[in-house]
């Protein structure tokens, strides 16, 4: 398959808005209350080790994705099925992102719209965008991705300047116990946004420069945890502990608070700008990372013939994985997060990462004793 390449710059703004786009205006360890941001630091910290899997792993086997990975270390025969299983998960995350864009617009400010016509509206422009290669993505992101941050500082200061935050809602610090945060950390808070990292060694073969992937990894996951934490204190010290674990969508309701001198209030629609970048992205890397593996599993030249039917399965696939909001939510965070996340994004990682190591441990005294061997059976011949 012809390969397309993207720069240093590019990767790290297309994965900073893939980890907080969506992540920032959800209530993220709403179980250990006012120890939230606690949580989100833990979390962090597994977030660190589990991207340093995905990039030994990646660095192991450069300029192979993680479908090529694992046709190399498990063959053929188990390989086969755990590619599908990975493609059909990129796939299907894809449409739950696509859902939830369609949801929070018809929340907010397209009422009554059909949850069909959102998700393919959206879904066409990321396949039209992917259409053009991998390099427009990366171009897309250095344009919009410095404009949505500042956006979203401005945000805050906003929220700052209006006089509704009050630090005493985070106290007292580790009220809820530390093993209430440990176990919102992990797995919660280490898949959500971290283990989802894992669709990026679909595409990291395509940076210009594959020895900086470990980098700009661990880069993206310190930015985004800082950029998390934060935004976290900020929400539970508005809202306080309670209301901000019940609420869905938290930045919206603390934007909606937000008043500076009964003049500059009503910013929640930058939220919705917010949400709408980030779902882009991060639907767009998912869905480029199911094309890039289908690709690569049936060895088609290029990955764009594939995009349309891919395009079509997420649009079909969003809209009827759940009858309502409180479903979508509920598959999400009870069944998904334990049979799925945690295999997928861990699990299986890691235990790649230990067979690889062995296998090639093992494989160069194997070549070692066969060519002992060999060189017997020369000495042999020789002394004859």
């Not at 809202?239 to 909606?256: D, E, H, S």
């Amino acid at each position: 398959m012809n390969q397309e390449k993207i720069g240093l710059k590019q990767l790290f703004l297309v994965m900073l808005i893939f980890e907080i786009g969506t992540t920032i205006i959800h209530a993220l360890g709403g179980e250990a209350k006012q120890d939230a941001w606690l949580a989100s630091v833990v979390g962090t910290l597994f977030g660190f080790m589990l991207v340093l899997v995905f990039t030994k792993l990646s660095g192991d086997y450069p300029g192979n994705s993680l479908i090529q990975i694992i046709q190399t270390i498990l063959g053929r025969f188990f390989g086969y099925p755990l590619c599908i299983t990975y493609i059909i998960y990129f796939i299907s995350q894809a449409a739950r992102v696509s859902r939830d864009f369609a949801e929070l617009m018809i929340s907010t400010i397209l009422y009554g719209t059909p949850t069909m016509i959102i998700i393919s509206s959206f879904v066409a422009v990321i396949i039209y965008t992917l259409r053009g290669g991998i390099e427009v993505f990366g171009r897309m992101a250095e344009m919009v991705v410095p404009v949505i941050l500042i956006i979203l500082f401005s945000t805050w200061a906003v929220i700052y300047a209006s006089g509704v935050i009050d630090l005493k809602h985070l106290t007292p610090v580790l009220g809820t116990g530390i093993k209430n945060v440990l176990n919102t950390s992990f797995p919660t808070l280490t898949i959500l946004p971290y283990g989802e990292l894992i669709v990026f060694t679909m595409l990291w073969p395509a940076l210009k420069d594959n020895r900086r992937v470990k980098t700009v990894g661990m880069v993206v996951v310190l930015t985004g945890g800082v950029l998390l934490t934060l935004n976290i204190i900020g929400l539970i010290s508005v809202l306080g502990p309670q209301l901000y674990g019940r609420i869905n969508v938290p930045l919206l309701a603390t934007a909606r608070m937000a008043s500076v001198a009964d003049f500059l209030e009503r910013i929640d629609a930058v939220v919705i700008l917010i949400m709408v970048v980030g779902g882009f992205f991060k639907v767009g890397a998912y869905i480029y990372g199911a094309a890039v593996g289908t690709a690569h599993l049936f060895k088609l030249q290029s990955y764009h013939s594939v995009l349309i039917p891919l395009g079509t399965i997420v649009t079909s696939l969003g809209f009827i994985q759940a009858r309502n909001l409180v479903e979508h939510d509920a598959i999400g965070l009870k069944f998904l997060m334990t049979y799925v996340h945690l295999p997928l994004q861990i699990v299986i990682p890691c235990l790649l990462l230990v067979i690889s190591y062995f296998h090639k441990r093992v494989k160069p005294l194997v070549k070692f004793k066969n060519d002992n061997k060999c060189t017997g059976v020369e000495k042999s011949h020789n002394v004859e």
